[in-house]
């Protein structure tokens, strides 16, 4: 399957016709121990020219296989930070390390100057669906959790409405406006789901607690409504 992936992701490297900072695509991190699940955030934020230089500096092979670089992350902010593990097990009872994580488009753009993110244009989301349409039926996926409207949108363009499950955006930014009116204590005990996860992993929420246990009740309400319109 990797294989297969790999040669998806080289068909589709952008010239210059779209100013991306790393023109190849990459392929999902999908662990050996598989569900199924693919959660996939937005895109990957490229503003740090530490990790950027470092990924000029590999060879195609190498920036195609970029989510396999470290053992303790992944190179998906909100998940390597806990954000959306916690979601992920506290809403659908998954292990974190089972499953499958990447980012809706494969490519990211970046400010003039190269110190400021910036959000995929829709041409991009335009590609990363083709992308996707290509990718989905060798990853054969179950569920798609996507995370924000950049995601959403992207994987329902691809055509993969049908088993996907949005979640909203887990940006630390957008979810301090709203995190914030909220007792983190209340939470917990209105969420059993995310309480029971945070006593099992302290260690994804040492920071920006509120924020996290906020955007994990989000995601167990979510799953609450879904199986009661069943």
């Given at each position: 399957m990797k294989e297969q992936l790999i040669k998806i992701c080289e068909s589709y490297q952008r010239g210059n016709d779209e100013p991306v900072v790393i023109e190849e695509p990459y392929i999902p991190y999908v662990p050996k121990n598989w569900n199924r699940v693919l959660v996939l955030s937005e895109s990957q934020n490229l503003s740090a020219k530490k990790y950027v230089d470092e990924l000029r500096a590999k060879n195609t092979d190498g920036r195609?296989?970029?989510?396999?670089?470290?053992?303790?992350?992944?190179?998906?902010?909100?998940?390597?930070?806990?954000?959306?593990?916690?979601?992920?097990?506290?809403?659908?009872?998954?292990?974190?390390?089972?499953?499958?994580?990447?980012?809706?488009?494969?490519?990211?753009?970046?400010?003039?100057?190269?110190?400021?993110?910036?959000?995929?244009?829709?041409?991009?989301?335009?590609?990363?669906?083709?992308f996707w349409k290509e990718m989905m039926p060798v990853l054969k996926p179950e569920r798609i959790i996507t995370v924000g409207k950049i995601a959403r949108t992207t994987i329902g363009r691809a055509g993969y409405r049908d088993i996907r499950i949005p979640l909203r955006s887990a940006s630390s930014a957008n979810i301090s406006r709203i995190s914030g009116m909220f007792d983190t204590k209340d939470l917990l005990q209105r969420y059993p789901e995310v309480q029971t996860v945070v006593k099992k992993h302290p260690e994804w929420v040492n920071k920006f607690k509120v924020n996290k246990v906020f955007f994990a009740c989000h995601a167990v309400s979510v799953v609450r409504g879904l199986k009661t319109i069943k």
């Amino acid at each position: 399957m990797k294989e297969q992936l790999i040669k998806i992701c080289e068909s589709y490297q952008r010239g210059n016709d779209e100013p991306v900072v790393i023109e190849e695509p990459y392929i999902p991190y999908v662990p050996k121990n598989w569900n199924r699940v693919l959660v996939l955030s937005e895109s990957q934020n490229l503003s740090a020219k530490k990790y950027v230089d470092e990924l000029r500096a590999k060879n195609t092979d190498g920036r195609i296989n970029r989510l396999y670089e470290w053992h303790d992350k992944v190179g998906v902010l909100p998940w390597d930070d806990g954000t959306l593990k916690l979601a992920v097990e506290a809403a659908f009872g998954l292990k974190e390390d089972e499953t499958a994580v990447s980012n809706a488009v494969p490519w990211s753009l970046v400010s003039k100057s190269g110190k400021k993110n910036m959000n995929p244009t829709d041409a991009l989301i335009k590609s990363a669906a083709e992308f996707w349409k290509e990718m989905m039926p060798v990853l054969k996926p179950e569920r798609i959790i996507t995370v924000g409207k950049i995601a959403r949108t992207t994987i329902g363009r691809a055509g993969y409405r049908d088993i996907r499950i949005p979640l909203r955006s887990a940006s630390s930014a957008n979810i301090s406006r709203i995190s914030g009116m909220f007792d983190t204590k209340d939470l917990l005990q209105r969420y059993p789901e995310v309480q029971t996860v945070v006593k099992k992993h302290p260690e994804w929420v040492n920071k920006f607690k509120v924020n996290k246990v906020f955007f994990a009740c989000h995601a167990v309400s979510v799953v609450r409504g879904l199986k009661t319109i069943k």
